[in-house]
């Protein structure tokens, strides 16, 4: 069985598609050395290339599509792509990613005053298979709570008939695992809007810190806050 080669486009839309340039500049680039083949082949804006055989300063380019990101999210960012929410999540990958089509997005959210993993991809069917509800991919975040739980906290959430202020359907059941009184870890398979903090309000308690530490098989592991690496999307 032959080896596929690998496919070819034009220099200046792979350039422009993983957000180094646009278009018209790749000429000036050209000149400047800025861009290069890795054999030292002549380049000009139209030549058709695989992504492995050109160096933009001397370096690999990014990876091609099909990125995915976990990051260590902070409190206080913002998962939005829209610069009047505040600051943003991509404010912390490479100023280019955020130019790359298709578009780095994240997979689901976690709000301002939540922490902890936070997956981002450009790969829309895996965006849509991991946000899915039907697919159920668990997720565990770490909870501060406001005050002691009463007791029956775990019975209600694995039930799978809390219902919650505006929704029509229940939660699906949910793992609750006490560290102690104010401490806890709730495991969900869903991604409802605030889900977490909505859960513990309906048995009437409130979340004062929160922290998501696994989404599916994946942890944090040794990443820092405001860290991120990329990942095998095989491992998804």
Known sequence: MKNSKPSKVRLDKLLGSLGYCVRKEVAALLR?????????????????VSHEEI????EPLDPPTGIVIVMNKPLGLVCSHDDGEGRLVYDLLPARWRLRDPKISTVGRLDKETSGLLLLTDDGALLHRLTSPKHKVPKVYEATIDRPLSGNEAEIFASGTLMLRGEKTPCLPAKLTIIDKTHVTLEITEGRYHQVRRMFAAVGNHVTALRRFSFGELTLGDLEVGEYRLIDNDSL
């Open 32 to 48: 400047d050395g800025v861009i290069t083949h890795t054999d030292n082949l002549p380049l000009k804006s139209d030549t058709k």
């Open 55 to 58: 160096l933009y300063e001397g």
